[in-house]
């Protein structure tokens, strides 16, 4: 059962020169693992550092954006962009038209509406029109045009001063008055 004592003496060394080996290794290891574990804690540190500076940093990017385009934004920079129009106020001879006032029932308000644009300041006309196809009613009748929406955009190009109109036709059915066609609007404007 047992190894004779000459057999047991000779495998002693090597035994003993195994579990060194091993030791050294043990050693060796928990070494590495306390510089990883000092390594891992720097990191994390570090990047702990790191996410407080980004935030840091989003918040300030934040009130930059809120002071660039925030509520205020116009009233500090009014003065930088009141000479951009400098030029085209020179060169277009537009009067200013007042609005007036409608008395209400138990008080005062101001007309709604823009400020009208001098008839003296040449005009475009773009028309916006519906596709030929659309003019049709369900029907088979053709609609009529029944009249039209205008709104008007003060265009400035340097040295030129037009006013360009966009005209929407809107078309009506005069024959079933658009009761024939209920996937479609009675009056239909581009």
């Given at each position: ?20 080996r ?19 804690e ?10 407080i ?31 951009l129009f ?59 045009r ?22 929407r ?22």
């Open positions: 059962m047992g190894l004779p004592e000459a057999a047991r003496q000779s495998l002693q060394p090597e035994i003993r020169s195994y579990i060194e091993l030791e050294s290794e043990l050693d060796e290891t928990r070494t590495s693992q306390n510089q990883a574990e000092a390594e891992r720097s990191v994390q540190a570090r990047y702990q550092a790191l996410e500076r980004y935030d840091h940093l989003k918040e300030e990017y934040r009130l930059l954006l809120y002071k660039k385009f925030g509520r205020s934004s116009e009233k500090e920079s009014g003065e930088d962009q009141q000479s400098e030029e085209a106020e020179a060169t277009a001879d537009t009067e200013v038209v007042e609005t007036g006032t409608i008395t209400v029932e138990k008080h005062t308000r101001e007309k709604s509406g823009g400020k009208s644009i001098d008839d003296s300041v040449p005009r475009v006309d773009i028309l916006h029109d519906i596709p030929e196809a659309e003019k049709l009613c369900a029907c088979d009748h053709r609609l009529v029944i009249g039209e929406e205008v709104s008007e955009r003060l265009q400035v190009i340097p040295e030129q001063v037009y006013v360009e109109r966009h005209i036709p809107k078309y009506a059915c005069h024959h079933c008055e658009g009761s024939q066609d209920e996937d479609k609007p009675a009056v239909r404007i581009a």
